[in-house]
C-alpha cells in the first residue's frame, strides 16, 4: 500500500536551520492531512494538520503547505531545535468533518536529525 | 492534558495464545482505533469502532482479531490465537468527532 509515501528516510539539519518533510499521496479521495512526531518506544504525537481547503496551516515552528494539484505535503520546522530529532510521519484520511470513520493511512516516516 | 493510555507496556505470550490489549481512551472522544507498526515498516491500521459497533477493518483484523468497549472507559483489542507475525508494536488511538486522532504510547507485543 503505498498511497502514501515520504521519499526521505533522513534528514539531518542544522540548529537553528529549516527542516523540510515531504509527502506524496496517490489517492485523491485523501482531504485531511495530518503529521505526527514519534519517538522511539513512544506512540506518535499530533503535530499539527491541514484539511484540502486550505493550502497553508501554521502553528509556531510548525507550517504545513498542501499542494492538491501535485498531491504533495511538505512541514517546514523552522527553526529546528535538537529537540524536535525524532521520526516524523505524514498520514492522510478520506474526508473531513465527520463523514467518515477517519481511518488513516501513514507514510513510512523520516528520522528528522537536529545537530546542536 | 488528557491522554490515551495503554497496558501492558509490553507483552510476551507463546504463538497460540490468547492477549488481551488494553486502552483507555481520552474520556470525551467517541472514535476509537487499533493501528500497528511492525519493526521496521509503516504504522498500519487495523480497525475502528464508533457507537459500539466496528466501522471499518483492514484485511489484517481477520476473525483473530476483536475489539470491545466492556465499559465506559476501556476499549481493547483482543488476537485469539496469536502468530509469529502478530509481533509488533500496537497503538491505540481516540478522535472526539474531527479529524485528528491521538496515540497512546503502544504496547510491544512480542510472540515467542
Known amino acids: 500500500d503505498q498511497q502514501v509515501k515520504q521519499n526521505s528516510p533522513s534528514l539531518s539539519v542544522q540548529e537553528g536551520r529549516i527542516s523540510i518533510l515531504n509527502c506524496d499521496y496517490t489517492n485523491s479521495m485523501f482531504d485531511y492531512f495530518l503529521w505526527y512526531k514519534k519517538y522511539p518506544a513512544e506512540g506518535p504525537t499530533f503535530l499539527i494538520s491541514i484539511s484540502s481547503i486550505k493550502d497553508k496551516n501554521e502553528d509556531g515552528r510548525f507550517t504545513v503547505f498542501l499542494n492538491k494539484s501535485a498531491k504533495h505535503l511538505s512541514l517546514h520546522i523552522v527553526p529546528s531545535q535538537p529537540g524536535d530529532s525524532a521520526v516524523y510521519f505524514c498520514a492522510a484520511s478520506g474526508a473531513a468533518g465527520g463523514t467518515s470513520y477517519g481511518k488513516l493511512t501513514f507514510g513510512q516516516g523520516t528520522i528528522l536529525t537536529v545537530h546542536p | 492534558e488528557p491522554e490515551v493510555t495503554q497496558t501492558p507496556s509490553h507483552q510476551v505470550t507463546q504463538m497460540g495464545q490468547e492477549v488481551i490489549l488494553r486502552c483507555v481512551p481520552i474520556?470525551?472522544?467517541?472514535?476509537f482505533y487499533w493501528y500497528r507498526q511492525i519493526l521496521g515498516q509503516k504504522v498500519e491500521f487495523l480497525v475502528s469502532?464508533?457507537?459500539?459497533?466496528?466501522?471499518?477493518k483492514s484485511e489484517i483484523f481477520d476473525d483473530q482479531f476483536s475489539v470491545e468497549r466492556p465499559d465506559g472507559s476501556n476499549f481493547t483489542l483482543k488476537i485469539r490465537s496469536t502468530k509469529l507475525e502478530d509481533s509488533a508494536m500496537y497503538f491505540c488511538?481516540?478522535?472526539?468527532?474531527?479529524?485528528?486522532?491521538?496515540f497512546g504510547p503502544g504496547t510491544r507485543l512480542t510472540v515467542l
Open positions: 488511538a481516540s478522535k472526539q468527532g474531527g479529524d485528528t486522532q491521538y
Open positions: 469502532f464508533y457507537n459500539n459497533e466496528i466501522s471499518e
Open positions: 474520556s470525551n472522544h467517541l472514535y
